[in-house]
């Protein structure tokens, strides 16, 4: 099926480029998810999106698509899951996404990861993950108590891995790298773990989990991973149901750490030095150790609440 008249709307170029309606969105990114478009108009819509960036209103309406379409992980418990996305993985400074999810378990909360690898150049949440011996699902089901464990993109949704894997051939991140790291894939209880890389990305993405009235911890991520900067405290948002709870914004003249932190780590290497930090608490990188707090502050408020 032609998308054309979705590319001749946002593919005007930075300032002629037109912005989707939500429900126009959720149209075109349902086509795109089927795997209904060609290869040639597939890769127009990721250019143009990329050059036009996404409104939250779009962004909102691509998630209503993934909605009606993903596999969800079920959560009949009381007990909250914490979604982390990993979608960028690690290219000098170690993997510590795999250490949040180690933390956040040690505070009583079930961890889902979810990703999908689309540079093999970086070093993998899932290969340090299963380095470190925890489980990767190859098929969905409810996670036990304190239960870490990860998931491939692929098990959650195949459209959205297919959207994901143009980045191998156009070299550049698509509006599937925003979604998944949008998206909640439990069905139930849940909190999302969101992050962004650059500055730009963080009004469009506060408004739209605001939109979709998501309990999340909103951060700049470290690497494009959803983990705090081991080197300086950033700025954090705390979202109950997309009402803001808490903000934390120490700015950027804050303290820096000068560890020298080990560069280019394997995944075994990565999994061997998150053993080192767990066995020694005190040298837990301290923005890391506050992320994990102000994660279970935010699920003990929504979640313990009358």
């Not at 280019?264 to 990188?285: C, F, K, M, S, V």
Request: overall charge neutral; some cysteine; hydrophobic content about 45%.
């Amino acid at each position: 099926m032609s998308i054309s008249h979705f590319i001749k709307e946002i593919g005007r170029g930075k300032q002629g480029a037109r912005d989707l309606t939500r429900a126009q969105a959720d149209e075109l990114m349902g086509l795109v998810l089927d795997g209904a478009v060609s290869d040639l108009q597939l890769g127009a819509f990721c250019i143009a999106m990329r050059v036009k960036g996404e409104t939250d209103q779009e962004m909102a309406g691509f998630l209503d698509a993934l909605d009606k379409r993903i596999q969800r992980i079920p959560n009949d418990s009381a007990a909250p899951v914490v979604v982390v996305p990993s979608y960028n993985g690690a290219r000098r400074l170690p993997l510590f996404t795999p250490l949040l999810a180690l933390l956040l378990s040690a505070q009583g909360l079930r961890v889902l990861v979810h990703g999908a690898n689309t540079e093999d150049a970086r070093i993998s949440t899932e290969a340090v993950m299963r380095e470190l011996g925890l489980t990767c699902l190859s098929a969905l089901r409810g996670l036990t108590s304190s239960e870490v464990v990860y998931a491939r993109t692929e098990l959650l949704c195949p459209g959205l891995w297919r959207l994901l894997q143009v980045r191998r051939s156009l070299g550049l991140r698509n509006s599937g790298h925003s979604l998944a790291k949008l998206m909640n894939p439990v069905d139930g209880p849940a909190l999302l773990v969101a992050s962004y890389t650059h500055p730009e990305y963080e009004i469009s993405m506060l408004q739209t989990l605001q939109l979709m009235h998501t309990n999340a911890q909103l951060l700049r991520g470290t690497e494009g991973e959803p983990v705090a900067d081991p080197r300086r405290m950033r700025k954090s948002i705390l979202l109950n149901a997309g009402v803001l709870y808490a903000e934390h914004d120490p700015q950027d003249t804050a303290a820096i750490d000068n560890t020298a932190y080990p560069i280019g780590l394997n995944a075994a290497q990565t999994a061997d030095y998150i053993r080192a930090l767990l066995a020694d608490p005190e040298r837990i990188p301290a923005p890391i150790k506050a992320q994990v707090a102000q994660i279970s502050e935010l699920a003990k408020v929504i979640f313990d609440s009358p």
